[in-house]
């Protein structure tokens, strides 16, 4: 399990939550009815702390935080997070690690 994120992901998080000041981003598996990696399940965002920490990750001064009961989600896969700089929006891409 690897999580990649670049400092133009980290900086279009500190826009999108307009929060210069953001220091936490929890990363969960949200039912969505669609999803590249788990059929059913999307990759969601929110500005908290999980209670169970299982991973972390810090990037430009950003603490990115998945809880252990979502670990799941990120098994077996390098999660990459980047910017697409035409459309001004995050790009997260799954690659399988065997």
Not at 24 to 48: C, D, V
Request: with cysteine; aromatic share 14%.
């Amino acid at each position: 399990m690897l999580i990649n994120i670049d400092e133009k992901a980290a900086t279009w998080f500190k826009q999108e939550f307009e929060n210069n000041m953001l220091s936490n981003i929890r990363m969960f598996p949200q039912y969505a009815g669609f999803g590249e990696k788990n059929k059913g399940f999307t990759l969601a965002f929110s500005a908290e702390t999980p209670a169970n920490i299982g991973l972390k990750k810090q990037i430009n001064g950003i603490t990115f935080l998945v809880d252990g009961n979502d670990i799941w989600f990120f098994e077996e896969t390098e999660t990459c997070m980047t910017v697409d700089d035409q459309l001004n929006e995050l790009q997260i891409t799954y690659k399988p690690i065997h």
